[in-house]
């Protein structure tokens, strides 16, 4: 497996999170967006990357500028047939990693409240449960997490 920054607007970027979103549908009912597209990616500190085996798209995930202190991770998506292999766990360290360098001191991100398994995924990266921020305030289905880089 490749972990590597790739162009969000590329269409095989385009692809992977239109596949994110039909997912999110299944869970939820809620209508993808018309454009998968990502505000606050057009800064330095902000990375969209994507995982490869054999040359292939098998996850994704971004991380962009919350605060001036916090990242925010975004579009963390892994595919059905390329789950519990560690993909997820990867992509997660490598967007942790870019947060650091950026001088960030923490992460936080947003999950659903019916994706178990990601959640028991990131409470074994460390993450701990944090209140609702941004749109998710208030957001019986959303479970926010935070982690300390320091």
Request: some cysteine; aromatic content about 8%.
């Amino acid at each position: 497996m490749r972990i590597e920054r790739a162009n969000i607007h590329s269409e095989e970027s385009e692809q992977v999170m239109a596949e994110l979103w039909r997912e999110v549908d299944e869970l939820y009912g809620n209508d993808p967006p018309s454009s998968p597209a990502l505000t606050g990616m057009d800064t330095a500190r902000a990375a969209f990357i994507v995982a490869r085996e054999a040359g292939e798209v098998i996850g994704c995930g971004a991380i962009r500028p919350f605060t001036d202190e916090v990242a925010e991770v975004k579009r963390m998506f892994v595919r059905r047939e390329a789950r519990r292999a560690g993909v997820a766990r990867a992509i997660m360290h490598v967007l942790e990693q870019i947060a650091r360098e950026n001088d960030f001191s923490a992460v936080c991100l947003e999950t659903g409240l019916r994706q178990p398994a990601a959640i028991r995924s990131y409470e074994s990266l460390g993450y701990r449960r944090i209140a609702g921020f941004g749109d998710y305030k208030g957001d019986p289905l959303s479970v926010c997490f935070g982690k300390s880089l320091i």
